[in-house]
């Protein structure tokens, strides 16, 4: 058995997690240090990610980097690309978590979305994905191996008046997805995503108490999904076990939907 384990280590490995210092992002930092990886924990909240960074790097010597990353400015991506080269020479799974979700405004009205929020969701949760993988391809490929883990959303699929926008830019990063793994697979670097449900994170959760228990119904699994759901998938497509895998979108949901 020890061999098919080992299918999910990920000793030697260098994983970049944006968002990765609280909410959902936590959780997969953890995870990835757990199998083994050095991680980046790259975050625009400099309280989160210092509480994060240190916490992780207590557990995991030598193999936590905590930096701050705005991901919609090409300078500060390209500063955390040096980090990584000077600190490890190496990149070969990156995770596009951050995403603006929680911040937005819950609107009566669909149609009330201002122009600079419209245009500041996309650029967070879409252009960001493919500046940051252009940004990060240099260290990618001095190695015949990488993975790209897009996280989208169950939203991309189903649709939302009230967030509109929010699920515009979820569908385009599936679409992202297929198109950057077409772009990459003949250098060794597979592109998935993973589309949760409705996840009672701790963000999540402090603006909306009640998170996930609306979905509980619909669900084929009746309960609130919770972060550690996501995880086994998230080390399965970082890991050489989706060796043959790429350019998929693969919904953690319960059964709210079946895709």
């Not at 701050?68 to 990149?91: C, F, H, P, T, Y």
């Not at 419209?118 to 990060?136: G, K």
Request: net charge neutral; hydrophobic share 45%.
């Amino acid at each position: 058995m020890s061999g098919a384990l080992d299918l999910f280590r990920l000793d030697g490995k260098v994983a970049v997690v944006t968002g990765g210092s609280k909410g959902i992002g936590m959780f997969y930092s953890q995870a990835l240090a757990e199998a083994g990886a050095s991680v980046v924990v790259a975050d625009i909240d400099p309280a989160s990610l210092v509480q994060t960074s240190e916490r992780l790097s207590k557990e995991h010597d030598g193999r936590i980097l905590g930096t701050d990353l705005d991901v919609s400015s090409r300078e500060s991506i390209r500063a955390m690309v040096r980090q990584i080269d000077q600190r490890w020479g190496r990149l070969d799974i990156l995770v596009h978590n951050a995403a603006l979700f929680t911040a937005l405004p819950r609107r009566e009205s669909p149609w009330e979305i201002p122009d600079e929020e419209f245009d500041r969701v996309m650029a967070v949760n879409v252009r960001a994905i493919y500046r940051c993988t252009l940004e990060c391809l240099p260290l990618m490929q001095r190695h015949t191996w990488g993975r790209v883990i897009n996280i989208a959303s169950g939203l991309a699929f189903k649709g939302s008046p009230g967030l509109m926008h929010y699920a515009a830019s979820k569908g385009a990063v599936v679409n992202l997805t297929r198109s950057m793994a077409q772009a990459l697979g003949h250098m060794g670097i597979t592109v998935n995503a993973i589309a949760p449900g409705g996840t009672a994170s701790p963000t999540l959760l402090a603006v909306q108490p009640d998170a996930g228990v609306g979905a509980m119904q619909r669900r084929s699994i009746k309960r609130v999904e919770v972060p550690e759901d996501l995880v086994g998938t998230l080390l399965y497509l970082a890991s050489p076990a989706s060796e043959f895998l790429t350019g998929q979108t693969i919904a953690v949901n319960g059964g709210d939907y079946l895709h």
